[in-house]
């Protein structure tokens, strides 16, 4: 299923659990699938806990903040990621601010959508990424996006972004290790007999083009890696040992791969490695 479908999955799940979820969309909440069967729009009748901001991304994000300050609430607001250009402001004060709030953006690459160009983010993730006091997360399937939603939920000094897709994505396997070295921001999905010769890091939608270039080499004798990096802030909080263990410095070969701007990747790949954007 697609993330943001998963992302819906998670909301029906936190939903009942957390009567202080106060939701929202700039008009496109069947778009980016932020209404849960709980969900009550707010009007006249002020008992609700969704509001419909229209076409408004800046008012809509300012507005959450001020919810966030006030306390009480937690906010969780929504549009296409290519509109976050319009709410650019009230979404760096939110990280300024240290507030709660869950940033849901959908259609996040210049994948499945029948906009064209104007609705097709390119640097928008890594611009997001380099916000400080941002945590940014791009799932590749239903369990990184059920881990990336309790991360926003549980997290209390500042905003959580999360970058979804609209088209359908494979269900990764994953042993109870992997499944627990998720919310630690990357982790190891696939691997090779000894030390990999080469390490592919790659990020939600691509998650599975690295899995089937691992799964083509492995065949091959090749010895490979992927490393799957839903959040990269919450990786690089861990500690080096970690950080060691999944992206080992003897291991210079490396290919980064995510449907955006090529050049947040060198810190990973270093020069010498290769990224496909």
Same mark, same amino acid.
């Given at each position: 299923i697609?993330?943001r479908?998963?992302?819906?999955?998670?909301?029906?799940?936190?939903?009942?659990?957390?009567?202080?979820?106060?939701?929202?969309?700039?008009?496109?909440?069947?778009?980016?699938?932020t209404?849960?069967?709980?969900?009550k729009?707010?009007?006249?009748?002020?008992?609700?806990?969704?509001?419909?901001?229209?076409?408004?991304?800046?008012?809509?994000?300012?507005?959450?903040?001020?919810?966030?300050?006030?306390?009480?609430?937690?906010?969780?607001?929504?549009?296409?990621?290519?509109?976050?250009?319009?709410?650019?402001? #009230?979404v760096?004060? #939110?990280a300024?601010?240290?507030?709660?709030?869950?940033?849901?953006?959908?259609?996040?690459?210049?994948?499945?959508?029948?906009?064209?160009?104007?609705?097709?983010?390119?640097?928008?993730?890594?611009?997001?990424?380099?916000?400080?006091?941002?945590?940014?997360?791009?799932?590749?399937?239903?369990?990184?996006?059920?881990? #990336?939603?309790?991360?926003?939920?549980?997290?209390?000094?500042?905003?959580?972004?999360?970058?979804?897709?609209?088209?359908?994505?494979?269900?990764?396997?994953?042993?109870?290790?992997?499944?627990?070295?998720?919310?630690?921001?990357?982790?190891?999905?696939?691997?090779?007999?000894?030390?990999?010769?080469l390490i592919?890091?790659?990020?939600?939608s691509?998650?599975e083009?690295?899995?089937?270039a691992?799964?083509?080499?492995? #065949?091959?004798?090749?010895?490979?890696?992927?490393?799957s990096m839903?959040?990269?802030?919450?990786?690089?909080?861990?500690?080096?040992a970690?950080?060691?263990?999944?992206?080992?410095?003897?291991?210079?070969?490396?290919?980064?791969?995510?449907?955006?701007?090529?050049d947040?990747?060198?810190?990973?790949?270093?020069?010498?490695?290769?990224?496909?954007?």
């Amino acid at each position: 299923i697609a993330s943001r479908k998963a992302s819906q999955n998670a909301i029906e799940a936190f939903g009942p659990l957390l009567p202080e979820f106060l939701g929202g969309s700039a008009d496109l909440a069947p778009s980016n699938l932020t209404i849960w069967s709980g969900s009550k729009a707010i009007n006249e009748d002020t008992a609700g806990n969704y509001i419909h901001y229209g076409v408004r991304e800046f008012g809509m994000t300012a507005i959450a903040n001020g919810i966030s300050l006030h306390g009480g609430f937690l906010p969780y607001t929504s549009t296409f990621l290519m509109f976050v250009e319009y709410a650019r402001n #009230a979404v760096r004060m #939110a990280a300024l601010m240290k507030q709660r709030q869950v940033m849901v953006y959908t259609h996040d690459s210049i994948g499945l959508g029948e906009d064209g160009p104007t609705h097709q983010p390119v640097e928008q993730v890594a611009s997001l990424r380099v916000t400080p006091n941002m945590s940014t997360w791009r799932p590749c399937d239903q369990v990184e996006s059920a881990v #990336a939603w309790k991360y926003g939920v549980e997290r209390a000094d500042g905003p959580t972004a999360l970058i979804l897709s609209r088209q359908n994505l494979a269900q990764q396997e994953r042993t109870a290790e992997q499944l627990a070295n998720v919310a630690r921001g990357g982790y190891v999905l696939k691997d090779s007999n000894g030390q990999p010769e080469l390490i592919f890091i790659a990020t939600g939608s691509e998650v599975e083009l690295a899995v089937a270039a691992w799964e083509k080499l492995t #065949a091959e004798g090749v010895k490979a890696r992927v490393v799957s990096m839903p959040s990269t802030d919450a990786f690089d909080k861990q500690d080096a040992a970690y950080r060691e263990s999944v992206l080992p410095k003897a291991v210079s070969a490396r290919v980064a791969i995510e449907a955006g701007i090529a050049d947040y990747w060198f810190k990973y790949v270093g020069l010498n490695g290769a990224i496909v954007g």
